[in-house]
T-cell receptor, first 114, second 114 residues
Framework: DTAVSQTPKYLVTQMGNDKSIKCEQN?????MYWYKQDSKKFLKIMFS???????INETVPNRFSPKSPDKAHLNLHINSLELGDSAVYFC?????????????FGPGTRLTVL | GENVEQHPSTLSVQEGDSAVIKCTYS??????FPWYKQELGKGPQLIID?????GEKKDQRIAVTLNKTAKHFSLHITETQPEDSAVYFC?????????????FGKGTTLSVSS
């Protein structure tokens, strides 16, 4: 059983396009995250949601808009894609108790902007 | 905000040797310190974690130590095997509310040669 899944795994697109990445978790967790991993493999938080409410919104361009239709899903929509958006995007989830939550990561979506 | 430094950036060992990766953090409010292993093309996988009220934790060949006074923590892998080759990330988090982000170190590429 896949705990945290993402689609698509690879996404190649042209500059200026709009694209979405979908994330689903079947762990029954309340909290979900998006992290970005750059070409040097540095992992950085972008957003977190708890019970469908935005908790963290790091200094990410407003071209990036997360949407959480329900607790099991957190999608990432990106408008007007730029070359610098090329990276691997990871979705993660945690139980959301607020105490000490282990975060479980998805397999990643490699976005390439040409 | 929290800043996590990780060393070394690359580590090469012979099979059977031990490997040690060290991290320091800056925010004394951080109280949760997980370690992740990332294999090529995959998402980070939690391998061990330690809470701030514990100084050491061991799980088979893997151990983690935490020194809160000095704000550093380390990962120890004994009897390394070729399948231990991967990128390892340390992280820190204050974990004081649901949705708190993990702040990652820049990773250590471990190569185990047989």
């Amino acid at each position: 059983d896949t705990a945290v899944s993402q689609t698509p795994k690879y996404l190649v697109t042209q500059m200026g396009n709009d694209k979405s990445i979908k994330c689903e978790q079947n762990l029954g967790h309340d909290t979900m995250y998006w992290y970005k991993q750059d070409s040097k493999k540095f992992l950085k938080i972008m957003f977190s949601y708890n019970n469908k409410e935005l908790i963290i919104n790091e200094t990410v361009p407003n071209r990036f808009s997360p949407k959480s239709p329900d607790k099991a899903h957190l999608n990432l929509h990106i408008n007007s894609l730029e070359l610098g958006d090329s990276a691997v995007y990871f979705c993660a989830s945690s139980q959301g108790t607020g105490v000490i939550d282990e975060q479980f990561f998805g397999p990643g979506t490699r976005l390439t902007v040409l | 905000g929290e800043n996590v430094e990780q060393h070394p950036s690359t580590l090469s060992v012979q099979e059977g040797d031990s490997a040690v990766i060290k991290c320091t953090y800056s925010d004394s409010a951080s109280n949760y310190f997980p370690w992740y292993k990332q294999e090529l093309g995959k998402g980070p996988q939690l391998i061990i974690d330690i809470r701030s009220n514990v100084g050491e934790k061991k799980d088979q060949r893997i151990a983690v130590t935490l020194n809160k006074t000095a704000k550093h923590f380390s990962l120890h892998i004994t009897e390394t095997q070729p399948e231990d080759s991967a990128v390892y990330f340390c992280a820190a988090s204050p974990a004081n509310q649901a949705g708190t982000a993990l702040i990652f170190g820049k990773g250590t590429t471990l190569s185990v040669s047989s």
